[in-house]
């Protein structure tokens, strides 16, 4: 039995990925022109910025589409050094916006160095998996593991704990993914939950918005000015430009709640389509890992379709009300170059294992099986 050549571009992934960036051109200009007449006099002042972003992160899709994935295997551990340092540096260099420091200022260069972490921490984690020799199955949690509470913990020192956690989530996947079998992590686990327990009680204001959330109380201002949103757009919207949220109402309508500008806009019908522009994502993400040549293809292919649709799940779910309030950006639509750079760049990664993808004959035999066991 032969094995099956390797996969050709896989067309439907492109396209989903570069079409939600193209949205997002009509789609910040609708929810920022307002704010951009009102700071900077220029109803375009965000769209000028977000289409560089756009058409450079496009460049940079397809380049990483073309680079063999592996090269960035022997580049995992420096890429993470340089994401350690960056937020490290944060930390101590960081610009504070609204009571955090997650933006880092070097030279003309403005970015969050959390965006970039969650792509190289999951590089390296697969990278340490897949190394270990069949023979010493289950691998070793301990470096891996590692590795992952550092990042959570430097990331929720910004403050910043819903990053921290989805990044705890994901990489907990990757690691019994990749064999690690859960009686090793479930003690981890425990103080993971007890110390995110101890993180939200030392910031009174955290515990309090859980309360008021859990409680059914009135709802924060920004979640009440999406849910007008949503019932505002209906089932076919009002029209692309036509918000009136947007008029200063919903902060931040061009970033983190831009999918209830999408509600108003566009209306159920396109909410449906974003949606469902996700679930093709997902869906040819897990096929280009469970078809991955390699351990490590199938653990970073995994990786980065989780982080796709995990942010955006918990972005949408932020704001239709079902989760606390918290700053989660849609991948390749909301505004900012720090997420548009890094997820085009991942998505990038992903086409390129996609185009080496294989068939081995151990999985044509079990075809339900899905983790790679040799290489």
Excluded at 49 to 70: E, K, N, P, T
Aim: positive net charge; glycine residues 10%.
């Amino acid at each position: 039995m032969t094995q099956r050549p390797g996969l050709a571009l896989d067309w439907a992934l492109l396209l989903v990925v570069v079409g939600l960036l193209l949205f997002s051109l009509a789609l910040v200009y609708s929810a920022s022109a307002a704010v951009g007449v009102w700071k900077f006099g220029s109803s375009q002042y965000f769209l000028e910025r977000h289409a560089v972003r756009v058409g450079l992160s496009i460049v940079l899709l397809l380049v990483c589409a073309w680079v063999d994935y592996r090269h960035w295997q022997r580049l995992s551990g420096l890429l993470l050094w340089i994401g350690i340092g960056l937020l490290l540096l944060v930390l101590v260099l960081g610009e504070p916006v609204k009571g955090a420091a997650r933006w880092l200022q070097i030279g003309p260069l403005r970015f969050q160095p959390s965006e970039y972490i969650k792509f190289a921490l999951l590089l390296h984690m697969a990278r340490l998996l897949a190394q270990e020799p069949v023979a010493r199955r289950p691998p070793s949690a301990k470096r891996p593991l590692l590795w992952l509470l550092l990042c959570c913990a430097l990331i929720a020192a910004q403050p910043n704990a819903s990053v921290a956690v989805l990044l705890a989530l994901v990489g907990m996947l990757l690691l019994l993914s990749g064999g690690v079998r859960w009686t090793t992590l479930s003690g981890v686990v425990l103080l993971g939950v007890l110390a995110l327990g101890v993180y939200l009680v030392a910031a009174p204001y955290r515990m309090a918005r859980l309360a008021s959330f859990f409680e059914g109380e009135t709802l924060p201002y920004q979640a009440r000015q999406a849910l007008l949103a949503f019932g505002h757009g209906g089932i076919l919207g009002v029209g692309p430009g036509q918000s009136v949220q947007r008029e200063l109402f919903l902060p931040e309508a061009y970033g983190d709640f831009v999918f209830a500008i999408v509600g108003e806009e566009y209306g159920i019908v396109g909410t449906t389509v974003v949606i469902l522009a996700f679930a093709v994502l997902l869906w040819r993400g897990m096929r280009v890992a469970q078809r991955a040549p390699d351990a490590f293809g199938f653990l970073l292919a995994l990786g980065i379709t989780a982080t796709f649709g995990l942010y955006a799940v918990v972005h949408m779910a932020v704001t239709t009300g079902l989760l606390p309030v918290t700053g989660i950006p849609l991948p390749f639509v909301s505004y900012g170059g720090s997420s548009i750079f890094f997820s085009a760049a991942a998505a990038g990664v992903l086409l390129n294992i996609g185009r080496q993808a294989q068939m081995p004959r151990w999985q044509e035999a079990l075809p339900g099986v899905v983790l790679p066991r040799s290489r």
